[in-house]
């Protein structure tokens, strides 16, 4: 059985990773709008793995006799100057995810809710991944400059990274 502050903080969790996908579900649009097409691809694929971390919230709430809520969400950003812009803003954004996990960790720690803390440790090791990832592309970013044509191999390359990420994720 949750607690009503563990159900609290496990809602607004489950608020959080709905944003999220709505939030890359927004870029891949943005992207796509502005012929990247790897990009709206790799957008596309978060937006869903997103959605999919929110299902296993729910989920694990309702089995463990919680009452998931889900509420308004926050619209996202829906334009951007540039694509590096985008990629800097969906590394804060993980980076503001990972802190949200960690408190929630924290949380059931100090409740001493062990097992729900031990189900957040598949979201601590996914963030550690997620984080690890957009770094990874801004540097990559970075690296480009403003080169057309490394922008180019850049929209081909990330589709490879959307086809390797979807293979590895498996959210139940």
Same mark, same amino acid.
Request: proline share 2%; no cysteine.
């Given at each position: 059985m949750l607690s009503k502050n563990i159900e609290t903080a496990l809602n607004k969790q489950i608020r959080?990773?709905?944003e999220s996908s709505q939030t890359y579900l927004s870029m891949a649009c943005?992207?796509?709008a502005h012929g990247l097409e790897g990009i709206a691809e790799f957008m596309y694929t978060q937006s869903d793995e997103e959605r999919a971390h929110m299902l296993k919230l729910v989920r694990y709430v309702n089995e463990r006799g919680g009452a998931t809520t889900i509420t308004d969400l926050k619209a996202p950003k829906t334009s951007y100057a540039t694509f590096?812009?985008?990629?800097?803003?969906?590394? !804060?954004?993980?980076l503001f995810v990972s802190e949200s996990i960690n408190e929630l960790?924290?949380? @059931?720690f %100090?409740?001493?809710?062990?097992?729900?803390?031990?189900?957040?440790?598949?979201?601590?090791a996914e963030q550690i991944e997620e984080e690890a990832t957009a770094k990874s592309i801004l540097d990559k970013i970075n690296l480009i400059g403003?080169? !057309?044509?490394?922008?180019?191999?850049?929209?081909?390359?990330?589709?490879?990274?959307?086809? @390797?990420? %979807?293979?590895?994720?498996?959210?139940?």
């Open positions: 959080i990773e709905a943005w992207a796509e590096k812009e985008m990629f800097e803003e969906l590394y !804060k954004h993980e960790v924290h949380i @059931t %100090s409740e001493k809710d062990y097992a729900t803390h031990n189900f957040l440790q598949w979201y601590v403003d080169d !057309k044509g490394g922008l180019y191999l850049f929209d081909r390359d990330i589709q490879q990274l959307t086809v @390797t990420s %979807s293979i590895a994720i498996n959210p139940k």
